[in-house]
């Protein structure tokens, strides 16, 4: 077998990743019809459009669409103090008694969250406490500052009646973590519309936005054309949001974001996976393909032995690691991770990512592309470079001088390099 060793991206300038981009090209309501958006096709250096509602007409009939069925959650909670202080909670990802989402959403009584605060200089070391109804009744939450490090804290939430889960107390009190980049509240559209239709594991502070433009009539449209989908979850974190502030790619770090895959998904990818079969994989949206491309990684662990049992990770450059990069076919690494979750007689793998995928990154499952337009000098950015090399530039220019709107609620694109 042959392959070509990846280049390490630590060395590239992230402002060679800047691109002009104008505060009105930055959408900020969704359009009234999900799939109405503007469609960019990119097909081997060559650009056109379309929209949305039709790109099953550009796909190749043998695809698989990946999609992240994760759930946005109400992450920001609005608290007073006696004396009028104004503090915003924004609910990171849970820290105690457990680190996994959905059992954390049903822990009754009291848990521990990592957050950001705002206002947090008017915070001192009291509770905070807000009354909520929920299903009609009262309810009591209360926050407690524990420690913090960095700009995130822990915060221990209790509550009264303390048989309700936290989810429904977030579900009543909380509100759309709608990006920074969208200058206006988030009102009652954005609970519906900040969301993909297929979402169904609560755990994002930030939509999967690709997904957003699917609704029932694509999905119909798709299965007439016998084009096949999977789901997988990445739990995206504040850190999306993030831009590299460092000069180089080598000094940023990244975020750690949980992953999932079950057993079935395996299954159906290990088929897909064996030799002579050309089904063609398409992430929808860069968190898919940071999922399923950190899955692959965790199955060259598995098989090198190098895969922490307790607590799967996969470290922000293992594919840049000679001694990880040892030819491993995305067959091998399925079926190493399928045997694994036989071995423990489960039927969903949990992880966690620090995954960048730059440019230098050889892609080992996905073969294009679904995705938004990304903000300048972001790692989705990187993302997009790691597939279609330089013309990045040219997909992002074409879409500003074709009126494309910009970024978690602007349009589309379909990348096939």
């Known amino acids: 077998m042959t392959y070509s060793k990846p280049l390490h991206p630590g060395n590239l300038s992230i402002d060679d990743f800047d691109?002009?981009?104008?505060?009105?090209?930055?959408?900020?309501?969704?359009?009234?019809?999900?799939?109405?958006?503007?469609?960019?096709l990119y097909k081997n250096g060559t650009i056109s459009q379309s929209v949305f509602r039709n790109i099953g007409e550009y796909l190749p009939a043998n695809s698989l669409l990946l999609f992240n069925d994760t759930k946005v959650f109400q992450a920001r909670i609005i608290f007073y103090k006696s004396t009028g202080a104004k503090i915003e909670i924004f609910c990171l990802e849970p820290a105690a008694p457990t680190a996994e989402y959905q059992v954390a959403f049903t822990n009754p009584g009291h848990c521990y969250w990592k957050c950001l605060i705002g206002n947090n200089k008017r915070w001192t070391?009291?509770?905070?406490?807000?009354?909520?109804?929920?299903?009609?009744?009262?309810?009591?939450?209360?926050a407690e500052k524990i420690d913090h490090k960095d700009d995130t804290f822990t915060i221990r939430f209790s509550w009264e009646p303390e048989n309700l889960s936290f989810a429904a107390l977030l579900d009543q009190s909380g509100l759309v973590p709608l990006p920074p980049y969208i200058h206006r509240e988030a009102d009652a559209t954005d609970k519906d519309r900040y969301q993909t239709i297929y979402a169904r594991l609560k755990g994002s502070v930030a939509a999967p936005t690709a997904g957003l433009h699917f609704t029932n009539r694509v999905f119909e449209s798709l299965e007439q054309k016998?084009?096949?989908?999977?789901?997988?979850?990445?739990?995206?974190g504040a850190g999306t949001f993030k831009p590299v502030s460092a000069a180089t790619i080598g000094e940023h770090t990244m975020h750690s974001e949980q992953i999932s895959i079950t057993k079935q998904v395996l299954q159906q990818l290990l088929s897909l996976s064996k030799e002579g079969n050309q089904k063609i994989i398409i992430p929808v949206g860069t968190t898919s393909m940071r999922t399923i491309e950190s899955f692959y990684w965790l199955g060259v662990r598995k098989m090198q032995g190098e895969m922490d049992n307790e607590n799967p990770f996969v470290k922000q450059w293992d594919p840049y690691d000679p001694a990880l990069d040892t030819g491993v076919t995305f067959h091998e690494s399925m079926k190493a991770l399928l045997t694994h979750l036989e071995d423990l007689d489960s039927n969903v793998l949990i992880a966690s990512t620090r995954l960048i995928i730059a440019p230098g990154y050889r892609y080992r499952v996905a073969n294009g592309l679904i995705t938004n337009f990304h903000q300048p000098k972001s790692t989705l950015l990187l993302l997009v470079s790691a597939l279609i090399g330089e013309d990045w530039k040219k997909v992002y220019s074409y879409a500003l001088e074709n009126n494309f709107r910009f970024l978690s609620y602007g349009d589309s694109c379909l990348l096939l390099p």
């Open 125 to 142: 070391n009291d509770k905070l406490e807000l009354a909520v109804q929920v299903d009609g009744k009262s309810a009591i939450l209360r």
């Open 19 to 40: 691109y002009p981009l104008p505060d009105d090209r930055i959408a900020q309501y969704p359009l009234s019809e999900r799939d109405a958006s503007k469609l960019l």
């Open 226 to 236: 016998k084009i096949s989908s999977a789901y997988v979850t990445l739990h995206v």
